[in-house]
């Protein structure tokens, strides 16, 4: 090869390079974003764990770092302060208060009950269901632990009340704060019931220590869980909002196929529980974990749409408790632009 060719062979080669530079995503030759996403350590929660696993969010160009949260009120406290900038938990009235105040947004749903599918069980202990605590329309003159007043246990509790025909203040509630709390004091007796997740309800019931007297699918079509972010980020960084949903929608899509359908994929069930399993129930070895994950399998929204007619229901009932003011919109909550309502 003479001089010339060598010279007219390293420009080419060297236009090759740039050409290739030139193409990468704009997502891929840019700095990722960081961002902090609050969760609960529950199954109903993997939309998030499986979008960060399989590489979706960072696809996205999103940097994420889980921060967890024991209760709802707090996830909410923390995107007001700018601590987390998205959560995935229930509506309650610390989040109502905060979007009133011009703080949080909610803009996507993800947990959602459906009839068919396991959800969130009434528990009894089981010293009150021998004692007659059989059914969820004899929790007039029980106690039920909750974790705050105007959090997802005190809506449910209410509408099971509201379906059952007696005065949802007829039930003692017990705000213990965290959910571990209520497990413990169920077990304990020292109150007669609670509401909680399938992969928690089951095998209380399975040890004993408990018995599903009943389902929330049955007396409500609840919007379990709401994503939410800062209405600074909704406002002034709504790319980032729409990059956070579409990967979460996928880790949920990914979820609902295999979760929902474990008989038809059995393979893949088992990928899935092992990558769940690294944040569900993580104390416990995986052969005593999978079951309570297979378990805890609930729907989650597809494309993260958003129940909002069962939200206006909530903040309505939030409004009749006195727990936030009856002048708080809709339109102050949610913000309606990201994902599809009905």
């Given at each position: 090869m003479s001089i010339a060719d060598r010279i007219h062979w390293f420009k080419r080669a060297a236009a090759g390079c740039l050409l290739a530079a030139l193409t990468l995503?704009?997502?891929?030759?840019?700095?990722?974003?960081?961002?902090?996403?609050?969760?609960?350590?529950?199954?109903?929660?993997?939309?998030?764990?499986?979008?960060?696993?399989?590489?979706?969010?960072?696809?996205?160009?999103?940097?994420?770092?889980?921060?967890?949260?024991?209760?709802?009120?707090?996830?909410?406290?923390?995107?007001?302060?700018?601590?987390?900038?998205f959560g995935v938990t229930a509506i309650s009235a610390g989040l109502i208060n905060l979007a009133e105040k011009g703080a949080v947004k909610v803009v996507g749903g993800a947990l959602q009950e459906e009839r068919g599918i396991d959800g969130s069980a009434i528990l009894a202990s089981t010293a009150a269901y021998d004692a007659g605590l059989?059914?969820?329309?004899?929790?007039?003159?029980?106690?039920?632990?909750?974790?705050?007043?105007?959090?997802?246990?005190?809506?449910?509790?209410?509408q099971v009340a509201a379906k059952e025909g007696f005065n949802a203040r007829e039930i003692s509630y017990k705000p213990l704060q965290k959910v571990g709390a209520i497990i413990g004091a169920l077990k304990s007796g020292q109150i007669d019931s609670m509401i909680i997740v399938p992969h928690i309800a089951k095998p209380l019931q399975k040890s004993g220590a408990a018995k599903i007297i009943g389902w929330i699918n049955e007396y409500d079509d609840y919007q379990v869980t709401t994503a939410f972010t800062s209405a600074k980020n909704a406002t002034e960084r709504p790319e980032l909002v729409k990059r956070f949903l579409a990967a979460y929608s996928r880790g949920s899509a990914d979820f609902n196929r295999v979760m929902l359908n474990q008989a038809k994929y059995p393979d893949e069930v088992d990928d899935m529980v092992k990558l769940i399993h690294k944040y569900v129930y993580t104390s416990r070895p995986y052969e005593k974990a999978a079951p309570s994950i297979k378990n805890g399998a609930m729907r989650l929204q597809p494309d993260m749409r958003l129940n909002l007619t069962n939200v206006k229901n909530q903040l309505a009932w939030f409004q009749s408790e006195g727990l936030v003011k009856n002048t708080v919109t809709i339109d102050q909550v949610v913000d309606t632009s990201f994902v599809d309502t009905y």
């Open positions: 995503t704009p997502l891929a030759a840019a700095a990722a974003d960081k961002i902090a996403l609050g969760a609960l350590r529950f199954t109903s929660h993997s939309g998030g764990f499986v979008a960060y696993e399989k590489g979706y969010f960072a696809e996205a160009g999103l940097d994420v770092e889980f921060k967890f949260f024991q209760a709802a009120q707090p996830m909410a406290v923390a995107i007001a302060s700018n601590d987390v900038d059989t059914a969820p329309g004899k929790l007039a003159g029980r106690s039920l632990g909750i974790t705050q007043t105007g959090s997802s246990f005190h809506y449910m509790a209410h």
